[in-house]
């Protein structure tokens, strides 16, 4: 039997974190993580439409946001988040900057809401398109990439032009 547990706790190749979640049942507290509810990155981007699972209007919505900046802009505002390393269902490419679904605490045990600004799921998501383009990693980005973009395309007009 001492041979069993020579490996440790984690034998077997198991990653440590937040016990796997059980059965949902509707006597489950809201506290519980399976009464939490999930938000996937498609949800709000702008790219996809409703059939590829967007959930909100295009004027609410970021282009490609991330797992990690809705899990940044939720915890700043003090909801329980856990991220998960999952792939929604509907998002066709299996990369893995695809992959990421957030579960949120919306209420209380009582019933009700941690957050009275945001009590519902779509009020989050609205929350969320607003906040992520004003992220500081969403500033910075943007005027680098113009700069490589703009630098890469005069590279190539520089090597066209010497070629014969």
Known sequence: MAAAHAHGPHAGGSRPGPPPLTQWSPDKKHSDRER???IYP???????????GRRI????????PGAQEIRD??????????LEFKQYSREPSRELQHRGRIRVQLRHDNGSP???EYPTRDSLL???GKTIPL???RQTKAPEQAQ???????????????RR
Request: hydrophobic content about 35%.
């Open 36 to 38: 939490w509810v999930c």
């Open 42 to 52: 498609a949800y709000i981007n702008r790219k996809k439409t409703r059939q590829e």
């Open 57 to 64: 209007p295009k004027n609410m919505c970021v282009d490609d």
């Open 73 to 82: 802009v939720l915890q700043a505002v003090n909801f329980n988040v856990l």
């Open 114 to 116: 941690i957050n009275s």
């Open 126 to 128: 609205a929350y969320l």
């Open 135 to 137: 992220l500081k990693s």
């Open 148 to 162: 490589v973009s703009a630098s890469s395309n005069a590279g190539q007009k520089k090597g066209k032009g010497k």
